[in-house]
């Protein structure tokens, strides 16, 4: 079944490092891709998305972009703040009734100034 | 300010009682979704609607309930033959299933004494 794989943490950097955090898929057709945040102890927000092959979602200085040839929507921000301190999640939503969205395990980012 | 709203924040139970949580939203989208959340887990689904009255069982299903009586409310029980329910609880919706977006709301904290 369809299913999305992104690297264990936690990530640990300094103010203002480049971040990477991986995230592969495995499904049947053309699912859409997301990127959700999650603070402690509240819900998931949605950072960003893309909904087909080539696209690039942004927001807050964070980007992904949906490749279909290596199956993957890394996450990438070129400086961190320690506002990004959070938990990442990568989101896959397959296109057809009768589904929700399959969520990756999370990723730990710790930012420290 | 449209968006979902679950109550309480906290909950304690003791063992062996049923516990209903509470998810309303006001953004007039069909589907809803309840997902558990546990250290290191990331998001498992529970049951998810894409109608008033439907409801289908999701990853984890067993030792839950939910009902799907108006468009804006999506309750889940915690049943007392769920093993290990302490965990914490978020519900979800989108516009329709399948690939769009879902917007969370702040979930809800279950500790089972």
């Known amino acids: 079944g369809d299913s999305v794989t992104q690297m264990e943490g936690p990530v640990t950097l300094s103010e203002e490092a480049f971040l990477t955090i991986n995230c592969t898929y495995t499904a049947t057709g053309y699912p859409s891709l997301f990127w959700y945040v999650q603070y402690p102890g509240e819900g998931l927000q949605l950072l960003l998305k893309a909904t087909k092959a080539d696209d690039k979602g942004s927001n807050k200085g964070f980007e992904a972009t949906y490749r279909k040839e290596t199956t993957s929507f890394h996450l990438e921000k070129g400086s961190v703040q320690v506002s990004d301190s959070a938990v990442y999640f990568c989101a896959l939503g397959p296109n057809q009734a009768g589904t929700a969205l399959i969520f990756g395990k999370g990723t730990t980012l710790s930012v420290s100034s | 300010d449209g968006g979902i709203t679950q109550s309480p924040k906290y909950l304690f139970r003791k063992e062996g009682q049923n516990v209903t949580l509470s998810c309303e939203q006001n953004?007039?989208?069909?589907?809803m979704y309840w997902y558990r959340q546990d250290p290191g887990q990331g998001l498992r689904l529970i049951y998810y609607s894409q109608i008033v009255n439907d409801f289908q069982k999701g990853d984890i299903a067993e030792g839950y309930s939910v009902s799907r009586e108006k468009k804006e409310s999506f309750p889940l029980t915690v049943t007392s033959a769920q093993k290990n329910p302490t965990a914490f609880y978020l519900c979800?919706?989108?516009?329709?299933?399948?690939?769009?977006?879902?917007?969370f709301g702040q979930g809800t904290r279950l500790t089972v004494v």
């Open positions: 953004l007039n989208h069909d589907a």
């Open positions: 979800a919706s989108s516009l329709r299933q399948g690939g769009t977006e879902a917007f």
